[in-house]
């Protein structure tokens, strides 16, 4: 995979897609690798692909000049390419558990975007002016968990963070969902069910604190040791 780092692991934990130096989008599980498509924006670290919820489709950008990037989706398999709609939030794709919605953060760091796949509209997310990474859409949609930026501080190069103290936020209303968990918080999944899974940095080890959807704690798993300081791409669950 090119060193941009535009690859993404697919829900069920048993797939990867990645962008080419040539815009290639490749897909690839075991051993094998399969190009399902060509055009894909290149060279841009936070242009990277999303998995649908039952890891089928997989979503890009396509190349283009303008701040805006219409988005394309098409089969793990290469069959059933088509467009999704346009937006400005063509970084760090998320898509929604229910399918219908794709969110990502602008180039210039000016915000977040939802795309209603099913319309092609696209909507700003309320109450972010600033942010660089989008990590988790709730599984219908109206929640996002973003990175916000203060006004001063640095939007980086677009690379997937090692670790972000997450926001979780209303996508309409743009209201802020406390995460009633302790310690210092390095990002935050939605699984498909409505369960939010919080990472918490440790010392040795990083943990895993997974909430039901009225915040109740029903789970603490940790991570391996090794994985302290490398990014996390996806939960399986």
């Not at 997450?166 to 699984?191: C, E, H, N, W």
Request: proline fraction near 5%.
């Amino acid at each position: 995979m090119p060193m941009t780092g535009q690859f993404s692991a697919s829900p069920d934990g048993r797939k990867l897609a990645w962008i080419t130096d040539r815009g290639e989008l490749r897909v690839g599980s075991g051993s094998t690798a399969t190009t399902v498509a060509k055009g894909a924006a290149a060279g841009f670290p936070c242009a990277t692909p999303a998995w649908s919820p039952d890891s089928r489709l997989v979503a890009y950008v396509n190349k283009g000049n303008s701040d805006a990037g219409r988005i394309s989706v098409v089969g793990a398999d290469g069959k059933g390419a088509r467009k999704a709609g346009t937006t400005l939030g063509v970084c760090h794709l998320a898509w929604s558990a229910d399918g219908r919605y794709l969110a990502g953060y602008a180039g210039t760091t000016e915000g977040v975007y939802r795309l209603d796949v099913k319309t092609g509209k696209a909507v700003k997310v309320k109450g972010v002016d600033l942010a660089n990474h989008v990590q988790s859409l709730s599984p219908d949609g109206t929640k996002v968990v973003v990175a916000p930026l203060s006004r001063n501080a640095p939007g980086g190069d677009g690379s997937w963070p090692g670790g972000f103290r997450p926001a979780v936020v209303d996508v309409a209303t743009g209201m802020k969902t406390a995460i009633p968990v302790k310690g210092s918080l390095i990002g935050a999944f939605y699984l498909g069910d409505g369960r939010l899974v919080v990472r918490v940095a440790g010392r040795t080890a990083n943990t895993l604190v997974v909430l039901d959807k009225n915040g109740r704690q029903l789970q603490r798993l940790s991570e391996p040791a090794a994985a302290r300081r490398q990014a996390l791409l996806r939960i399986v669950g």
